[in-house]
Each structure stands twice: as structure tokens, then as C-alpha cells.
T-cell receptor, first 113, second 111 residues
Framework: KAGVTQTPRYLIKTRGQQVTLSCSPI?????VSWYQQTPGQGLQFLFE???????NKGNFPGRFSGRQFSNSRSEMNVSTLELGDSALYLC????????????FGSGTRLTVV | GQQVMQIPQYQHVQEGEDFTTYCNSS?????IQWYKQRPGGHPVFLIQ???SGEVKKQKRLTFQFGEAKKNSSLHITATQTTDVGTYFC???????????WGAGTKLIIKP
């Protein structure tokens, strides 16, 4: 079966702009999580969605938001981009209940200039 | 807040040598997961440990979960070039809907 698909793979944006990243989970997976990965900070949790509801949110400013659609596809949005937002953004899905490993997408590499 | 500490940050080994990475949690974990991320890639789920004192093997990889369920280790016997990458441990946070990640241990094979 198809894996987790993230689009786009690469993105270059200018400071102050906004960006929307997309994630299509594995079919049947209703839980989608988003992570930010940077060389210095490792994997930082952004948020987790299940059945269109945000179940948990990490310690990121309000400029970072997300949503999930009825088909479990998810988007995250970053407004008013800052240079420090440059990172690899990873989406991961798993069946709805805890206790399963995550399947990650290949990520979106965002560069803010 | 809850933390998962992972050491070492890097480990340089000759091909054929063993490799070990350790994770310690500030709190008792219901389970711990291990992932591998190849250079330029994304994390790939390796295994989940649930029981106190559990030991699981995958070919040359041995995973252990401590008796107190606060620490875990991954040991690779006779490393190969295909083992190169960063190994992460992760455990559930205060909410079961979030994983707390270790900083990762990068396995580097010396030329």
C-alpha cells in the first residue's frame, strides 16, 4: 500500500510569507502528526490530529497551525515566516489508537530566505 | 517537563565493530519506540518495547527495555555500512498522542 505522501518536497520562501504543507497518510490511518526537524533541535512535535480534531499541540507559536480533513489528509500552515523556520517538516501517520509506530513521509524541506 | 535523554550523540566505529545507544527517560514509560533515519531520509520505525525487562532481536540489532521502564538500549553487533544513520528512541509524553524523542545517536563508519 502507498506510504505517507508529503508535498511539496522542497520549498523556498521569503521572510514574512506564509506556507502550506500537505500530507496524505496511509490509507486507514486516522492519526496524523507533524514534526519539525532541525540539526540543532532534533525532532520537535508540532501537533497531532485524529478525526479532524487536534488532540495535542507542541510548544510552537500560534504562527504554526494545522488541520485535518474528513479523508484524514492534513495540512499545516506557517504564517509570517521567519528565518528560523527553515527546517525539514515531517508528517507521520498511524492507526488511531496509541501503541503503534509511526510511518513517516519523506518530508518537506522548507528554506526561508 | 518530561525528557528523554539519549547518548552518545555520535559514535564512530570501524566496520565490524559493535555499536550501542542508550536512552533514559525522566519518567516511567508505558512503551518505547526506536527509529532509524538514514542520511537525507526520514525516520523509519524499527520496533516498540512494552514490557519491563523486554529484550527483542532483529538480526544483528538487540533492543532492551529496562526493568523500571525508564531506560532502553539498542545494540548493533558487527556493524555494516548499511547501518549508517541516526538512531532515535521515543516514548509517550504526558499525552499518549505525543511522542517525546531522544536527540538521536549518529552511527558513523570510519573509512
Amino acid at each position: 500500500k502507498a506510504g505517507v505522501t508529503q508535498t511539496p518536497r522542497y520549498l523556498i520562501k521569503t521572510r514574512g510569507q506564509q506556507v502550506t504543507l500537505s500530507c496524505s497518510p496511509i490509507s486507514g490511518h486516522r492519526s496524523v502528526s507533524w514534526y519539525q526537524q532541525t540539526p540543532g533541535q532534533g525532532l520537535q512535535f508540532l501537533f497531532e490530529y485524529f478525526s479532524e480534531t487536534q488532540r495535542n499541540k507542541g510548544n510552537f507559536p500560534g504562527r504554526f497551525s494545522g488541520r485535518q480533513f474528513s479523508n484524514s489528509r492534513s495540512e499545516m500552515n506557517v504564517s509570517t515566516l521567519e528565518l528560523g523556520d527553515s527546517a525539514l517538516y515531517l508528517c507521520a501517520s498511524r492507526p488511531g489508537h496509541p501503541g503503534y509506530g509511526y510511518t513517516f513521509g519523506s518530508g518537506t524541506r522548507l528554506t526561508v530566505v | 517537563g518530561q525528557q528523554v535523554m539519549q547518548i552518545p550523540q555520535y559514535q564512530h566505529v570501524q566496520e565490524g565493530e559493535d555499536f550501542t545507544t542508550y536512552c533514559n527517560s525522566s519518567t516511567t514509560l508505558s512503551n518505547i519506540q526506536w527509529y532509524k533515519q538514514r542520511p537525507g531520509g526520514h525516520p523509519v520505525f524499527l520496533i516498540q518495547l512494552v514490557k519491563s525487562g523486554e529484550v527483542k532481536k532483529q538480526k544483528r540489532l538487540t533492543f532492551q527495555f529496562g526493568e523500571a521502564k525508564k531506560n532502553s538500549s539498542l545494540h548493533i553487533t558487527a556493524t555494516q555500512t548499511t547501518d549508517v544513520g541516526t538512531y532515535f528512541c521515543a516514548g509517550p509524553g504526558d499525552s499518549n498522542y505525543q511522542l517525546i524523542w531522544g536527540a538521536g545517536t549518529k552511527l558513523i563508519i570510519k573509512p
